[in-house]
């Protein structure tokens, strides 16, 4: 059974020093991402295409709607006899460290969004956090410039060299009017695909931006830390097992 984690509230972050102390980690699937009517859309989808008979699909989107589980570590310690805990895409923490750690008060209790090593500049966050908002839309936006050029450069080719009519006839359908609504259908519905994608994504990058606020980082909204861990990391550094420590960051 897939267990399908909301994202937390996030109002109202802040931010916890000290050292780790009584560390507990759990490596655990749940599905951080997808929602249980993602699952049940997937469900419906599959059995459609079958009913259809279009038996690739259907086992396609049947094994995504049976395999939709992340790897997260559910984390939970003290600091500084503050109790601690929450999800993480990884921790590579060990007992004693000193971190900073972006939280949010429940109760007697501090639900935990990130840590954050200064030492070694390591950082893990709540799963799929990565970007600021900004960072994140500059991303979306060359996403779909690229998607719109492959797919009318695929609509190019298959109108000029594709087929049996002549070069002179494939130019001549490209400059047409029938020609001019193929590019700009395959234009709305290419867009169309990665609005939604966008709009699905944007959620843990307003997370992350609100993460990177309490932690005190500069110009949170503009973070990426994929190409921060690219530049903090040594070329002869040696690589943490994923399989124990979850996927992490340099900043």
């Known amino acids: 059974m897939t267990d399908f984690i909301d994202i937390p509230n996030s109002n109202d972050l802040q931010k916890l020093s ?3 102390k009584n560390f507990r980690k759990s490596r655990e699937t749940a599905n951080f991402f997808f929602t249980a009517r993602d699952q ?3 469900r419906l989808g599959a059995i459609l295409s079958a009913l259809i008979g279009d038996s690739g699909q259907a086992a396609t989107l049947s ?16 600091l500084d ?14 007992e004693g460290d000193y971190v900073e750690a972006a939280v949010k008060k429940q109760g007697s209790r501090y639900e935990l969004f990130a840590l954050y090593k200064p030492e070694e500049r390591t950082i893990a966050l709540y799963p799929h956090c990565v970007k600021g ?6 991303s979306a936006l060359k996403r779909t410039l690229l998607v719109n050029a492959f797919f009318i450069t695929v609509l190019c080719i298959l ?3 594709v087929g049996h009519q002549s070069l002179e006839q494939g130019i001549k359908f490209v400059s047409s009017l029938g020609g001019i609504w193929s590019f700009l259908l395959a234009i709305v519905l290419t867009t169309g695909s990665c609005v939604a994608m966008t709009r699905k994504w944007i959620p843990f990058a307003k997370l992350a931006e609100k993460i990177f606020r309490a932690l005190e980082f500069p110009s949170p909204s503009d973070i990426n830390l994929w190409e921060s861990t690219t530049r903090w990391t040594a070329p002869d550094e040696d690589d943490e097992d994923e399989e124990d420590n979850g996927l992490y960051f340099k900043y």
């Open 81 to 94: 006899g503050r109790s601690l805990a929450g999800w993480l895409w990884g921790s590579p923490f060990r």
């Open 159 to 161: 109108f000029l060299f």
């Open 40 to 42: 049940s859309n997937m």
């Open 18 to 20: 000290g050292h780790i």
């Open 63 to 78: 094994n995504y709607a049976s395999s939709m589980e992340d790897m997260g570590d559910y984390v939970q310690f003290e």
């Open 133 to 138: 908002t900004r960072a994140y839309l500059r």
